[in-house]
């Protein structure tokens, strides 16, 4: 039976207590900072709705999800069936736009990544969280078949349509790096976090290896083992020295 999250939190609280904030605070602090009262906001690849977003609703004149299937009922005030790489919007219609856990599903991250940018206001900012493909956990969830990783995340209470093929074009850091700049955006921060732990909530035991695991790879000489990375990139407005680690 996986672990509900009442037991992980436990969990994650006795044995890596800094572990939430290590993967959701620097997101939630660009967030505060970037999302002001009356910001207009994209979800690239909403889903069913970003829950990351949801804090966030008092501030938010306008939240647009953009996805290639029809979302299911949630907080989006304006679902729009697009292909991330042809946005069908006006040249700076967004104040942010918040990318979580899709450029790793992009078959052209490149492309995307210059509609964004074409998509931001000037001080308008790219907040996006993807795996890392430099990571053991993300190097093998890249070669099971894509059948079989839905078995997988079904055990874990994921449902198979949830479930989409990834193609890890643009995961890495200098790929990442590369491909944004050249898309005419500023690094403000580009980090590699770890999340292993997340993955591995078949169990108590499975669940504390993944923290310890997570605990581990936060020594700055194992960094290339972390799972996920976390970025912000602006438009137009230097942000000053790139806080990188990786």
Known sequence: MPLNKEQRLALRQRWHPQADDRVFGMVERALDRYIRAGACV???GSGTGTWVLDRYNDRIRLLVGADIEPPAQR?????VLADLAALPF??????????YNVIEHLADPGQAL??????????????????????PVT??????PLGLRRRIKGQLGVGAEHVFP???????LDHLHRALTAAGLQCEMLLAIDQTYDYLYFSRATYVLGLLYSRLVGSPCLSWLRNAIIGVYTKGVSAGNCSRLG
């Open 42 to 44: 994209l979800d690239a």
């Open 75 to 79: 907080s989006l005030a304006a679902p």
């Open 90 to 99: 006006t040249d700076g219609s967004f104040d942010v736009i918040l990318c």
């Open 114 to 135: 210059r509609e964004f940018a074409r998509l931001l206001t000037r001080g308008g900012a790219l907040i996006f969280k993807t795996p890392n493909a430099t990571a």
């Open 139 to 144: 190097a093998l969830g890249n070669r099971l």
């Open 166 to 172: 990834t193609y890890y074009r643009c995961n890495t």
